[in-house]
């Protein structure tokens, strides 16, 4: 048990310090800094303690045993980094357009844990390989998905430190997920 609680909090501790450093990078240190602390709960802790191998997250292993996971539960309801968060099926959208931070520490955060889970093996277009298996089935708007695929793309060809950049993301989510927001707005309200 004690072995399994100084593993899990290794996991989060060695996670949080990678997406902080590419948040860094990317020009949202704050966000980098606040990332995961729910992680700590007592609901999101003790289950990932519970399940904790040190080789795969401990959430899917929970939901197979249990059929759903609380951690998980809590945790997306509280962390605006995740796509999960902003999804709402009783609304006609459904998805929602992430704010540019927020957009931006899900990218940091899928990349640390692709380098993470996949050690040595990881590669340039690793995370593009698993957005196009996995990644694109979340219940993200088609813009954030837009926006995610162009940069694993980049990330694919010229590698984390020339794409995970302020400037480059800034321009990036300028040109794929807000230029046309005005024009579409009007169109939605003129169709009312
Ligand atoms: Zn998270």
Redesign the pocket.
């Known amino acids: 048990m004690l072995k399994k609680i100084v593993g899990h909090i290794k996991t989060i501790t060695k996670h949080k310090w990678l997406v902080f450093k590419l948040c860094c990078r990317a020009g949202i240190p704050w966000r980098g800094f606040m990332?995961?602390w729910?992680?700590f709960s007592p609901t999101e802790f003790w289950e990932s303690v519970k399940y904790y191998t040190g080789k795969r997250s401990p959430i899917p292993l929970a939901k197979a045993e249990k059929g759903y996971s609380k951690a998980w539960l809590h945790?997306?309801g509280r962390?605006k980094?995740?796509a999960e968060y902003w999804y709402d099926y009783e609304t006609p959208q459904k998805t929602f357009i992430m704010p540019y931070v927020y957009a931006v520490e899900m990218i940091c955060?899928n990349l640390a844990a692709g380098i993470t889970y996949n050690g040595k093996d990881w590669t340039k277009s690793t995370q593009l390989e698993y957005w196009e298996t996995k990644g694109y089935k979340k219940p993200i708007h088609p813009k954030m998905a837009a926006f995610e695929k162009e940069v694993y793309t980049q990330v694919s060809k010229d590698g984390i430190h020339k794409v995970i950049r302020k400037e480059n993301l800034k321009k990036l989510y300028q040109e794929i997920v807000e230029k046309n927001r005005l024009i579409e707005r009007l169109n939605e309200i003129s169709k009312k």
């Open positions: 990332h995961d729910s992680k945790h997306k962390n980094h995740h955060d």
